[in-house]
């Protein structure tokens, strides 16, 4: 019924937590030891910050037994040394962790958002390949229905290179089948830049 920090003396580390009353109290159960903190001696904050340090859970290693579950006394508890600067060093020091938390924060924010728009333009992209390559299947088709048309209309007189295809375009027969290489080309070509394009990602 009064605030406190918690430590567990079950586990590979104390797990130091800080128990704020207000009005509602809490059951300790086995394992899990209260204690009061002179707060004109020791910022809570940076308490419970060197608690969690690694050179305080060396100490716990070294003070636990029990191979299954490692378990720390409370006497051995009390054993555990950390610094304690005067209280404006503690408190710089909190100051700079938690500065640098929001500074982690925000490039991970910032990295993030990258991403995010990485992936925006990667879609339009891709949704402008697939725009113009429909267009070109769609050329692509109704050439051949007019390429089939052509052939069985002139199967009797016969085919060749020099024959007119379009007399209005003045096109002969080998014009067209060069307009239909060259559409091939085109959508190669844009694939190969997409291609490009994706490794390029990939590798930033």
Do not use: W
């Not at 079950?10 to 204690?35: E, V």
């Not at 006394?73 to 209280?87: A, T, Y």
């Not at 067209?176 to 990939?202: C, F, Y």
């Amino acid at each position: 019924d009064k605030s406190c920090l918690l430590c567990t003396t079950r586990d590979k580390n104390i797990n130091p937590t800080y128990f704020d009353f207000k009005g509602k109290s809490i059951y300790l159960f086995k394992g899990l030891i209260a204690f009061k903190v002179d707060e004109s001696k020791i910022d809570l904050n940076y308490l419970i910050s060197e608690l969690n340090s690694d050179y305080v859970n060396n100490q716990i290693k070294s003070f636990s037994t029990g191979s299954v579950i490692p378990f720390i006394s409370q006497n051995d508890l009390f054993n555990i040394k950390i610094e304690v600067p005067k209280l404006e060093e503690q408190r710089a020091k909190v100051e700079g962790i938690k500065q640098a938390v929001l500074e982690s924060k925000k490039k991970e924010l910032a990295y993030q958002q990258e991403l995010l728009g990485l992936k925006d333009e990667s879609f339009r992209e891709f949704a402008s390949i697939k725009h113009t390559l429909r267009q070109y299947l769609n050329a692509l088709t109704s050439n051949l229905a007019g390429t089939r048309t052509f052939v069985l209309n002139n199967q009797e007189t016969g085919v060749t290179l020099d024959t007119i295809y379009s007399k209005n375009l003045n096109k002969t027969f080998g014009d067209h089948l060069l307009g239909l290489e060259g559409t091939i080309v085109s959508m190669r070509r844009l694939l190969k830049t997409s291609d490009a394009s994706n490794q390029k990602d990939r590798k930033s």
